[in-house]
């Protein structure tokens, strides 16, 4: 399905950093909005910053946002915890459509179903296994991965266990 | 004083008849009051002629060789202020000379009927100019030869540089005239001034229409009577006064360009229809500040990007910001060119009224390598 971009996306204006401060506030949240959507609808787990470019700009309008304007709106982001970085030198971020704790339920939710509490599955079943493939955690980054699975073991419903070279974790 | 001699007065005729006269001069012998307490001063290039009704037939006079340095002594309430000119020795004894005790390096001159200052600078440039010196140069040559003549660059340079020089003190001789001019001009005002309150009395005899053409005719050449600084008794009754004469003239100008000028056009136009008594950025912008606490039609503002303008009371932002928001919906989005066109304003001011609006959160821009357009402000309407 074609991903539906928002009014502003075609609203030129948008692609400036407004002046205004209380315009500004919502031409921020708007983007905002856009970043999240338009990651969960492409199953973007981690974005990286140069790649992404095309999703500041617009060429039907040929209108894109510019360098300080994509800071400000990661700046945004982070402020509202809906990015983290990987790196220190803030070439890739998590994107947090869904938070860790709201991606660890999910997890948890899909293991009891399926039940498999108490027992290990690894990471790679989690994630790329066949049974896995409908679910919206497919394909999930491993670092966002542990986050979740940690966000569990904070509530003991879960814990990450080595074993053999491999990472997995178990369910209560 | 032993430097002044006496000579025929018929003598002096010529040199007298083309020079600058200031009348009621009184002279001392460095501090000391003398016996000449009326005299009428001439300048000219190389002396100064000192002639009194007491004496009609012998003029003193100095030559201009003698004087050293002139100073100005700044008077106060108790007395008048007063040039002084130190004198060199002197080394002609040939001429009779006012007998004096006492002698002193120094002469004073008080100007008990005014124009100072205009002595000084005239005394002043005569001096520099020392043209008692270049007896030699015959008068049909106006440019002064180069003595040495060098080739190259520091050559031409220097030739130039001459050039310069004697343009500027062309241009200065000039200028001189001008004064005269002035004077003249002040007469003439006062004459139309007298004319025209002579027809106000006789309004039977004379028809409105012809009084009107008459003072119509003084209009045009801006305004008749400019409120100075001589004729105010105060500097603040001069700012008041000034910022009536702005308001009054103004009304009709700003009115025209859409109830807002900017300072420098307001200013310009001032100047160009006061013609002669010009205003200082200083005192202009001084008077302007005063129109508010006066009460009159105009006021001064000053943008938050610093532009000052002055603004006709009865346009407020609000009408102004109507009339631009219509145009918005009209055309979706606007450029400050476009505004400057629509309403006959300046691109400056369309500027400031589109960065008001925006302050104000009613629309938002689009800057791009293109330039700067504005839209309206969908961001809050929408959520």
Redesign the interface.
């Known amino acids: 399905m074609e991903f539906s971009w928002p009014w502003e996306y075609d609203f030129p204006p948008f692609f400036t950093l407004q002046p205004n401060l209380d315009t500004l506030r919502k031409q921020l949240e708007a983007w905002r909005k856009l970043v999240l959507d338009y990651c969960r609808h492409n199953k973007i787990f981690v974005l990286d910053v140069q790649e992404s470019i095309s999703l500041f700009q617009n060429k039907a309008i040929d209108r894109q946002l510019s360098t300080e304007g994509i800071n400000r709106v990661l700046e945004s982001l982070l402020e509202y915890n809906q990015i983290e970085w990987c790196d220190k030198a803030k070439k890739q971020c998590l994107v947090y459509w869904k938070n860790p704790q709201e991606w660890g339920n999910l997890i948890y939710r899909y293991a009891s179903d399926k039940g498999m509490t108490n027992t290990v599955c690894t990471f790679y079943e989690l994630t790329a296994g066949d049974d896995v493939q409908n679910e919206e955690f497919a394909g999930m980054d491993q670092s966002l991965l542990v986050k979740a699975l940690k966000t569990l073991e904070a509530t003991n419903k879960a814990e990450i266990i080595m074993f053999g070279g491999n990472e997995g974790v178990k369910f209560f | 004083m032993d430097r002044l001699y006496f000579k025929d007065q018929k003598d002096c005729v010529n040199e007298i008849a083309s020079s600058t006269a200031w009348k009621g001069i009184r002279l001392f012998n460095g501090d000391t009051k003398t016996e000449y307490v009326n005299e009428t001063a001439y300048l000219t290039s190389s002396h100064v002629y000192f002639a009194s009704v007491n004496r009609p037939t012998m003029n003193m006079i100095l030559d201009l060789k003698y004087v050293v340095l002139v100073e100005e002594d700044i008077g106060n309430l108790l007395r008048s202020s007063k040039i002084i000119l130190h004198l060199a020795p002197w080394n002609e004894g040939h001429f009779s000379r006012p007998p004096v005790k006492n002698l002193s390096s120094f002469i004073k001159l008080a100007f008990s009927d005014g124009k100072l200052s205009h002595f000084k600078q005239c005394i002043q440039k005569m001096l520099l100019e020392r043209s008692w010196e270049t007896v030699a140069v015959q008068p049909s040559i106006l440019h002064h030869v180069p003595t040495t003549f060098r080739s190259g660059i520091v050559g031409i340079e220097r030739r130039l540089q001459e050039k310069v020089e004697n343009n500027s003190s062309n241009i200065n001789i000039a200028f001189q005239d001008m004064q005269n001019l002035i004077d003249m001009a002040k007469d003439m005002v006062q004459l139309a001034n007298v004319m025209s309150n002579k027809i106000k009395d006789r309004q039977g005899d004379i028809s409105e229409d012809e009084t009107v053409k008459f003072k119509s005719y003084l209009l045009s050449l801006g305004i008749d009577d400019p409120v100075t600084r001589n004729s105010c008794s105060s500097n603040d009754v001069f700012y008041h006064q000034l910022a009536k004469e702005i308001a009054s003239f103004l009304l009709k100008a700003i009115s025209d360009t859409g109830g807002l000028m900017a300072m420098s056009d307001a200013y310009c136009r001032v100047n160009r229809a006061r013609g002669l008594e010009l205003l200082s950025p200083e005192d202009f912008f001084k008077a302007c500040n005063y129109m508010e606490k006066l009460k009159l039609p105009i006021i001064c503002r000053k943008f938050d990007s610093g532009v000052l303008v002055l603004q006709l009371q009865s346009k407020t932002d609000f009408l102004l910001e109507k009339e631009v928001s219509r145009l918005l919906q009209a055309r979706d989005k606007l450029t400050a060119l476009e505004v400057s066109q629509e309403f006959q304003i300046s691109i400056v001011l369309a500027q400031e009224r589109l960065y008001f609006m925006?302050?104000n959160?009613l629309i938002?821009?689009?800057?791009?390598v293109r330039g700067l357009?504005f839209?309206p402000?969908?961001?809050?309407s929408?959520?």
């Not at chain 2, 938002?364 to 791009?368: E, G, S, V």
């Open positions: 925006e302050r959160g938002c821009r689009d800057d791009t357009v839209y402000n969908l961001f809050s929408s959520s």
